[in-house]
């Protein structure tokens, strides 16, 4: 079967650094995408990986291996508003997304 | 920017009531869909159309059906909703082209089936 792990929950600190990681088996890859979303409110798209390597944009990054299965989101200088879900999503053999259950990331004071 | 409205935030209705779930969207998106979101579980596909009139079931098709009448316009129906079909549903688009084109979501229906 096809399958996504995140981690279910972070916690991390105002001003600090996370990385939240998402593996994946999946029938193919077509890219891998992560989304923010926050409480009450509809996903957001952050970044799209289809060739491995690292994609910056701004205080956020998006790293993957195809050959691991691996992704990982990095996020720098965290500010409160960064407390979300983030959601990893896999396009299969099929271009059909697979979804991850999402991490939940708690940032404190 | 994109925007893809959902017609109710809440929604609370009886068992065996028909449902309907309305979504448009503003950006001549060829593809839409429908996902139903339960905590600890992955946003699971309902169905999915790629143009008018044109539909497709996803991985929980069963007790559901859409309707694509206008480009812009995708309807979820639950024909006779269960206790179990209590869920956040989000409506989404995206442009025909590309490997890459993100989803675009609107802000959901929480559905509570009494």
């Known amino acids: 079967g096809q399958n996504i792990d995140q981690p279910t929950e972070m916690t991390a600190t105002e001003g600090a650094i996370v990385q939240i990681n998402c593996t994946y088996q999946t029938s193919g890859f077509n890219g891998l995408f992560w989304y923010q979303q926050h409480a009450g409110e509809a996903p957001t798209f952050l970044s799209y990986?289809?060739l491995d390597g690292l994609e910056e944009k701004g205080r956020f990054s998006s790293f993957l291996s195809r050959s691991k299965g691996y992704s990982y989101l990095l996020l720098k200088e965290l500010q409160m508003k960064d407390s979300a879900s983030y959601l990893c999503?896999?396009?299969?053999?099929?271009?059909?997304?697979?979804w991850g259950a999402g991490t939940k990331l708690i940032i404190k004071p | 920017d994109v925007k893809v409205t959902q017609s109710s935030r809440y929604l609370v209705k009886r068992t065996g009531e028909k449902v309907f779930l309305e979504c448009v969207q503003d950006?001549?998106?060829?593809?839409m869909f429908w996902y139903r979101q339960d905590p600890g579980l992955g946003l699971r596909l309902i169905y999915f159309?790629?143009?008018?009139?044109?539909?497709e079931k996803g991985d929980i098709p069963e007790g559901y059906s859409v309707s694509r009448e206008k480009k812009e316009r995708f309807s979820l129906i639950l024909e006779s909703a269960s206790t179990n079909q209590t869920s956040m549903y989000l409506c989404?688009?995206?442009?025909?082209?590309?490997?890459?084109?993100?989803?675009?979501f609107g802000n959901g229906t929480r559905l509570t089936v009494t």
């Open positions: 159309s790629y143009d008018v009139k044109m539909k």
């Open positions: 999503a896999v396009k299969d053999s099929n271009y059909q997304l697979i």
């Open positions: 989404a688009s995206s442009s025909g082209t590309g490997d890459n084109s993100p989803l675009h």
């Open positions: 950006m001549d998106h060829e593809n």
């Open positions: 990986n289809v």
